[in-house]
């Protein structure tokens, strides 16, 4: 069953990497050829594992060692993959190639220090006790470590900025990453228990717990949305404005290309202007109705940059983009469940004629905002 089921992992993994980097909606591309190989490599790794579970590791050193060695890359492919997710205008540099550092040193190790000789995987760095011994492979799980909590630092991050430029971000938060985050920690922890106390029904759990992961990744990696499904010509703005730590200034891009940005405050009467035509927009036109609204293309209505559409409701609603559009949607809602078009609507329907894409997002803004659900507001208020 183990080796059917090694087989079965690298095999399904071989594809999705295929899937990954010749995505069929070619969304987030860079970021899909990254995430792709890393699945590439969990594929090669189950290679390993097969030579392992058949004995064939010593009569394959050479592609034993080549497989050792690839597992190297799997920390730095996801965590560079998850970088291109969350930033825009991320490109690679020279500085992204330390993270592959550790692979070349264990390349270098078994190519010069231990040419001809059994990988140096299985090699005891120091003994912990008289059961337990720390060997060249375990330093895998300690390197992972490191990287999931980075990942899941920045995925947060990603999160909570998306509410500066987005009114609807249940798509596009990348949540189904931070779930397959926490299934691959699952993965370092069984790796941990391996090198330290092997205990036997996790060690047992190993490849079911990876199958799990690659049929996760598999699904929602497909079904996916872009994350920054805008203008070419406002991408280095949006990038600005995620990555703007002082709300209390605003960043103007100058004419010059790639020039870099020079800040510029609005001026009272600049501020005092748009807020009032920025309440017409909401007031009058209903603006917030749009579900997929979204921070440029309110300063296109405007006439302003994204930086300066960024720093007006900053310094008129005191709030992010993502709270100040769903404030209005609140209240719309709250008029809605007031009235007789309760009769005609259920909560998603109301939901989304509010402006909400989600009955989910709906409830939980809805009770945040006004302290109890939609359906309980409606039985108090209805006329």
């Known amino acids: 069953m183990n080796s059917f089921l090694v ?34 490599i969990v594929g090669c790794a189950f290679i390993g594992s097969y030579l392992i579970l058949t004995d064939t590791a010593s009569a394959n050193n050479f592609l034993f060692k080549v497989l050792n060695s690839l597992q190297f890359l799997l920390a730095p492919s996801s965590y560079i993959s998850i970088l291109y997710f969350v930033k825009p205008t991320k490109v ?15 390349v270098a190790a078994e190519t010069i220090w231990n040419p001809g000789k ?53 798509q596009i938060s990348l949540d189904w990453l931070l779930q397959f985050l926490f299934i691959l920690s699952i993965t370092v922890v069984i790796w941990i228990n391996d090198a ?12 079911f717990v990876y199958a799990i992961a690659i049929f996760f990744l598999a699904y929602f990696s497909i079904k996916q949305k872009a ?23 605003d960043v103007t891009i100058s004419p010059v290309a790639d020039a870099k940005p020079k800040l510029k405050r609005l001026s ?19 603006l917030f109705l749009k579900n997929d609204l979204n921070l440029p293309a309110v300063a296109e209505r405007l006439g302003i940059s994204i930086h300066e559409a960024s720093f007006l409701i900053n310094e008129t609603g005191k709030d992010n983009f993502y709270t100040f559009i769903n404030k209005y949607r609140v209240e719309e809602a709250k008029r809605l469940l007031a009235s007789d078009k309760m009769d005609e609507l259920n909560i998603v329907g109301i939901a989304f004629a509010s402006g909400f894409n989600s009955k989910t997002t709906f ?8 302290g109890v659900s939609p359906s309980q507001y409606s039985k108090e208020h209805r006329k």
Request: aromatic letters at 14%.
């Open 196 to 207: 330290l106390f092997e205990l036997p029904y996790l060690t047992e759990a190993t490849n």
């Open 268 to 286: 009272a009467e600049q501020i005092a202007d748009l807020s009032t035509r920025l309440s017409s927009l909401m007031e009058t036109e209903k």
């Open 118 to 170: 059994e990988s140096i995987s299985t090699l005891t760095l120091f003994a912990i006790n008289n059961n337990a011994s720390i060997l060249v492979r375990n330093i895998l799980p300690l390197i992972a470590l490191v990287y999931l909590i980075k990942c899941y630092f920045i995925l947060q991050k990603h999160k909570a900025n998306l509410k500066r430029i987005s009114s609807s971000i249940s």
């Open 363 to 370: 409830n939980t803004t809805f009770k945040k905002m006004v």
């Open 227 to 249: 994350i920054f499904v805008f203008k070419e010509k406002d991408i280095n703005q949006i990038s600005d404005v995620l990555e703007q730590e002082d709300h209390n200034t």
């Open 92 to 106: 690679f540099r020279k500085i992204d190639g330390l993270h592959f550092l550790p692979f070349l040193i264990y």
């Open 7 to 40: 087989c079965f992992i690298s095999g399904a993994s071989f594809l999705l990497s295929f899937l990954l980097f010749f995505h069929p909606f070619q969304q987030n591309i860079k970021a899909n050829r990254w995430l792709g190989f890393f699945v590439f």
